[in-house]
Every structure is written in C-alpha cells, then in structure tokens.
C-alpha cells in the first residue's frame, strides 16, 4: 500500500541511500523496458516484500529485485486471466492499488474488486477516495473535502470515469489476485461500518 514516494522514504530510512537517488533510479526508463513493464512509472510495480540488501546497494539493484519480485508473484496464468477480461496487465495493478488502499478487511479484497469491475462494466465512475487523495499529493493534510471531490485532477474518479492513469500505490498479491478474481456478485456500493469492514449493496 505503499506510493514510490514512500518507498523511496523506507529506503532511505534504512539507510541504503539518499530518498533523491531512489526516486531517480525509478525513474529511468531502461527498468520498465528491461522488466517488460508496458507504463511510464514504476508506481504499483515495486512489489512489496522483505528484502536484504548490503549498505552500499545501488538504488538500481533495489528496483530491480522489487521488478523481479513483482513478476515472480504475477503469474502468466494471472496475465491470462487479464487478457480473457480484455484488460492489460496494467489495468490489473492500477485496480489491484485502489483495491489495496480501500481495504481494511483483507477477506474484503475480493467483494471490493467485484464492486468496481461492475461499475466499470456499466460505464459509473468508481468513486474512490484514495485515488483522489493520490491526485492531490502533498497538499492532502488528512482531511478530505467536498471540494477536494469536485477538483479536476486525472486522478479524480468522481469527476472522470475508468481507472486513474497509474496505479496510486504498490499493491500486494492479494490485491493483485482479486483484481484478476473479483468476487461473485451484484454490489454497486460499499460503505465503511468503522471498524475496518464494510457493508456491500446493489442499490445506494
């Protein structure tokens, strides 16, 4: 559920190198072509794990074992399963990242994802407060705002339909696996009960 910036903060916490020079190695083109990641970012492919590195590890080094990770957990049945539903594999991590942040319950994962596949299947916009809070970045305080739900930003989904333009964390392999097997179910709505958990609804 972590963003690239937020990596790149864990990283340099570690003490494996400054947050600056991650970001930088994240952003060079040669791993998303090298590691046949079809985006322009690297935000949701970090695959989120435990990793041992030495002290003097590149920042390179460390992308490219998370990049390894993420297709050792990305099966090519999954990627199979993604092509049946006409979605490209980028598709499934950036509803496998919205899905990862909207879940407090993580048997939820899968009821999540059916809620927003049949929103998409039936043109509504998902709706998501995190990925509205992605859009807003640093200038997000904690508190979100009516307003903050009306402002056009690309990663708005209560002003554009579809899937924001990248994924808004590093979602993991459960949340990558129901984006690929949404539950059975007819649910347009969820709402939180406050302890975590939700209540899922056909009707608002």
Not at 150 to 165: A, F, I, Q
């Amino acid at each position: 559920g972590y963003s690239l910036t937020q990596i790149a903060e864990l990283v340099a916490a570690a003490g494996l190198g400054s947050k600056q020079r991650f970001l930088a190695a994240a952003s060079l083109p040669a791993p998303l072509t090298e590691k046949g990641i079809e985006a322009d970012s690297l935000e949701g492919y970090l695959f989120p794990d435990t990793y041992f590195f030495p002290k003097d590890v590149p920042p390179e080094t460390i992308v490219s074992a998370m990049l390894d990770r993420f297709w050792s957990v990305f099966t090519p049945e999954w990627v199979e399963q993604a092509k049946r539903r006409g979605w490209s594999i980028h598709q499934v991590v950036t509803l496998a990242s919205i899905i990862e942040k909207e879940t407090g319950a993580p048997e939820e994962r899968p009821l999540i994802s059916s809620v927003f596949h049949n929103r998409l299947k039936r043109g509504m916009r998902l709706e998501s407060d995190p990925t509205v809070i992605y859009g807003m970045g640093e200038r997000f305080d904690g508190n979100l705002r009516r307003r903050d739900l009306r402002e056009d930003t690309p990663y708005n989904t209560y002003v554009h339909n579809g899937l924001p333009p990248t994924p808004i964390c590093m979602p993991g392999r459960d949340a990558l696996l129901a984006a690929v097997r949404p539950a059975d179910g007819k649910a347009l709505y969820f709402v939180s009960r406050g302890d975590g958990s939700h209540v899922f609804s056909a009707t608002l």
